[in-house]
């Protein structure tokens, strides 16, 4: 079965510096989204993406925050200046786009730690 | 806008015994509504959906849910436990509008006791 792959797994970086995260969505898949969850909260939407540009974002995903498919196959987030309430899991999901989340597929996460 | 309810943080269930996970919603429009499970350590895995049609849907691992629009839930059901059910369960609603962005609840942590 197709999926998305997620890497690192696991990513620790110091306060101010920059991370990117990055996935391999399902290569005929076209939409893309980025997702977080910090220990003990519930998972939140961050981004979409289709088309090369974002389609939507949430108040969560400020100017700190990018994202960026650079070569047709990667789907990456870029952090500028983590700072310590970034730690949490980032899932990165694809989907084919028929609507309505049916043919959402999520990755395994990125576990990003601020210290 | 949406948002998802689960009442209770944790449930904890003999293994064997009845499994109900209580999820409801609100929504403008018709929802689409998922279950998702995250083992420890792991991502997001699509244990069922529902978008039209039948409202007893059936999942992966013995789960089912029942979409009951009169009462806004959506809770999962499996009749038996199992040890490997021992998970984080949530329940999300979608966004129709076709960017699939999702609305998850704060899920609820499944203990099974042996």
């Known amino acids: 079965e197709p999926e998305v792959t997620q890497t690192p797994s696991h990513q620790v970086t110091q306060m101010g510096q920059e991370v990117i995260l990055r996935c391999v969505p399902i290569?005929?898949?076209?939409?893309f989204y980025w997702y977080r969850q910090i220990l003990g909260q519930k998972v939140e939407f961050l981004v979409s993406?289709?088309?090369?540009?974002?389609?939507?974002k949430s108040e969560i995903f400020d100017d700190q925050f990018s994202v960026e498919r650079p070569d047709g196959s990667n789907f990456t987030l870029k952090i500028r200046s983590t700072k310590l309430e970034d730690s949490a899991m980032y899932f990165c999901?694809?989907?084919?786009?028929?609507?309505?989340?049916?043919?959402?597929?999520f990755g395994s996460g990125t576990q990003l730690s601020v210290l | 806008a949406q948002s998802v309810t689960q009442l209770g943080s944790h449930v904890s269930v003999s293994e064997g015994a009845l499994v109900l996970l209580r999820c409801n919603y609100s929504?403008?429009?018709?929802?689409?509504l998922f279950w998702y499970v995250q083992y420890p350590n792991q991502g997001l895995q699509l244990l069922l959906k529902?978008?039209?049609?039948?409202?007893l849907v059936k999942g992966i691992n013995g789960f089912e849910a029942e979409f009951k629009k009169s009462e806004t839930s959506f809770h999962l059901t499996k009749p038996s436990a199992h040890m490997s059910d021992a998970a984080e369960y949530f329940c999300?609603?979608?966004?129709?509008?076709?960017?699939?962005?999702?609305?998850f609840g704060t899920g609820t942590r499944l203990t099974i006791i042996p």
């Open positions: 999901a694809s989907s084919g786009g028929t609507g309505g989340g049916e043919k959402l597929f």
């Open positions: 290569s005929n898949h076209l939409y």
């Open positions: 993406f289709y088309n090369n540009e974002i389609s939507e």
């Open positions: 929504s403008s429009v018709p929802p689409y």
């Open positions: 529902y978008t039209t049609g039948a409202t």
């Open positions: 999300a609603v979608s966004d129709l509008r076709g960017n699939e962005k999702l609305t």
